[in-house]
C-alpha cells in the first residue's frame, strides 16, 4: 500500500517565501515521501501521485519566476532542496533534480526571448519536465523542413518519461555536427515511451527508454537559435557541473535518510548485543563509534556540496560573460564533491546494517533501496574520471575540456 494519492494535495496553501521556508516546504514533503517510501520501492508503480505531490508544494517552479507564481530562487537551494526531498525517497528525489535541470535548459542554452517565454509557461502551468538526452546511444537525427525541424531516433534512457508534461529533445542536424535541443509535449503520437525501465534501485524514476518518430518543432523553438544560426556561449558548457551536483544532491540526500532511519530504528528496536554488557543499542560502544563516524564523513561533504554550490553562484549569475577558466575551476570542484559524495552514500548506506542487527533486513522494511538506489545511479559516469580531473589540475594546472561528461 502507498500512502499517497493521485489528486491534489490541499495542504499546501501559500508558496515559500523565503529560503527557510522553501526548505521547511520541501521537509514536509520529505516526511510524507517516507512514509509508505519502501512499499512503493516494492511495488514499482508510475509514481503519478509523487510528481502530483511536487507540483502541489510548488517545488517544481522553485526556480522560475516570482511574477509568475515561482520561487524565485537559485542553484544552492535548489540542491538543498532536492537533498531534503531524495532522503524521504531517493527516486522522487532524482525526478526533482533532473526536472529543475531541464527546466533551467532554457537559460542554459536559450535566447533571452526563448529564456522568458518558456519559464513563464512552465512556471504558471507547473511543467513537469523529462529529458531524452543521452550521449552514450547514437545520436538523434534532426532533418531541416523549412520553417520547423524534425527529430527521429530513440534514446535508451528518458527520466521522468511517462510522468512529464515537457520532454526535453537533443539530436543532431543531418549532415552537420550541429547539436539543437528543444522541448516539445510528451503526450503525442510521436513519442513513444516503452516500460522497459526494471533495475535493482531509483525504481520510481520512470527511465525507461523511447523512440522519437517525426517530431516537429518550429525553427524558433530550438533553443539558442536565431535565423537558423546558433548563438554560443561559454555558459552553454555549464550543464556537466549542474548537473553533476544535482547527481550530489540526491546522493547525499539518499544518505542521510539512509542515517537518520537506520538511527532512528537503533533507537527505538536495536538490541544491545548479549555478551557486551550494555542494557541498551544506544550505549554500545560500537555503536557509537559507527554512527559517529557515519555522520561525520556526512556532514563533511555536505559541507563541500554547500561550499561548491555557492561559488558556481556568480557563474549563473553572470550567464552572458562568464569566462572558459571560471568553467573549468568550478567543473574541478564539481568534480572533488561528486568523487567524495560518491565514496560517502555509498558506505553510508551499507554500513548502516551493521548498526541494526539482523532482523532489520526484513524486507518489509527496506533498508536495503537506500543502497540500491545510490549504487544504480553511481554507476552513470566513472568516478574514476572525476578523481582524474582534480589530479590533472592540481599537477599540470589542467582545466576539464568541456564534454558531455566534464
Do not use: C
Not at 298 to 317: F, K, M, N, Q, T
Request: glycine share 8%; proline share 4%; hydrophobic share 40%.
Amino acid at each position: 500500500m502507498t500512502t499517497l494519492e493521485n489528486r491534489p494535495d490541499t495542504r499546501f496553501t501559500t508558496t515559500p517565501g523565503t529560503p527557510d521556508e522553501w526548505l521547511a516546504r520541501a521537509r514536509e514533503v520529505r516526511t510524507i515521501l517516507a512514509e509508505g517510501a519502501a512499499a512503493r520501492d516494492r511495488a514499482g508503480e508510475t509514481p503519478y501521485a509523487e510528481v502530483q505531490l511536487l507540483k502541489d508544494a510548488g517545488l517544481v517552479t522553485l526556480l522560475g519566476p516570482v511574477e509568475h507564481g515561482g520561487g524565485g530562487q537559485e542553484w544552492p537551494l535548489a540542491y538543498r532542496v532536492i537533498r531534503e526531498v531524495a532522503a524521504g525517497d531517493g527516486s522522487i528525489g532524482q525526478l526533482l533534480g533532473y526536472h529543475l535541470l531541464w527546466f533551467w535548459a532554457a537559460r542554459l542554452v536559450g535566447t533571452r526571448e526563448q529564456i522568458e517565454a518558456v519559464e513563464a509557461e512552465a512556471t504558471r502551468h507547473r511543467w513537469f519536465f523529462g529529458g531524452a538526452v543521452n550521449p552514450r546511444d547514437e545520436d538523434v537525427v534532426i532533418r531541416d523542413a523549412g520553417d520547423h525541424i524534425v527529430y527521429n531516433g530513440r534514446k535508451s534512457f528518458s527520466t521522468g518519461s511517462r510522468v512529464s508534461d515537457v520532454t526535453v529533445l537533443e539530436g543532431v542536424l543531418d549532415g552537420t555536427d550541429t547539436h539543437i535541443f528543444a522541448i516539445v509535449p510528451s503526450q503525442q503520437p510521436g513519442i513513444t515511451f516503452h516500460d522497459d525501465w526494471d533495475n535493482i534501485g531509483q525504481r520510481l524514476t520512470e527511465s525507461g527508454s523511447v523512440t522519437i518518430s517525426e517530431v516537429q518543432v518550429p525553427w524558433e523553438q530550438a533553443a539558442g537559435f536565431r535565423d537558423k544560426a546558433f548563438e554560443p556561449r561559454v555558459y552553454n558548457t555549464l550543464n556537466v557541473p549542474t548537473i553533476q551536483l544535482v547527481f550530489v544532491s540526491f546522493y547525499l540526500g539518499i544518505a542521510r535518510g539512509a542515517l537518520e532511519e537506520a538511527a532512528e530504528y537503533t533507537r527505538t528496536r536495536t538490541r544491545p548485543w548479549l555478551h557486551g554488557g550494555q542494557e541498551r543499542a544506544v550505549d554500545e560502544p560500537y555503536q557509537l563509534d559507527l554512527y559517529g563516524d557515519l555522520a561525520s564523513k556526512l556532514w563533511a561533504v555536505e559541507a563541500l556540496a554547500d561550499r561548491v554550490a555557492e561559488e558556481g553562484l556568480a557563474i549563473h549569475r553572470n550567464a552572458w560573460e562568464v569566462t572558459p577558466q571560471e568553467r573549468g575551476e568550478h567543473e574541478v570542484r564539481v568534480a572533488a564533491v561528486k568523487a567524495r559524495a560518491t565514496d560517502v552514500a555509498l558506505e553510508v548506506t551499507s554500513r548502516v546494517f551493521e548498526g541494526l542487527g539482523a532482523r532489520a533486513t526484513a524486507s518489509e522494511l527496506g533498508f536495503d533501496r537506500f543502497w540500491r538506489n545510490v549504487r544504480t545511479h553511481t554507476l552513470h559516469d566513472p568516478v574514476a574520471y572525476k578523481r582524474r580531473e582534480v589530479g590533472a589540475f592540481l599537477l599540470r594546472d589542467e582545466l576539464p575540456e568541456p564534454t558531455w561528461y566534464s
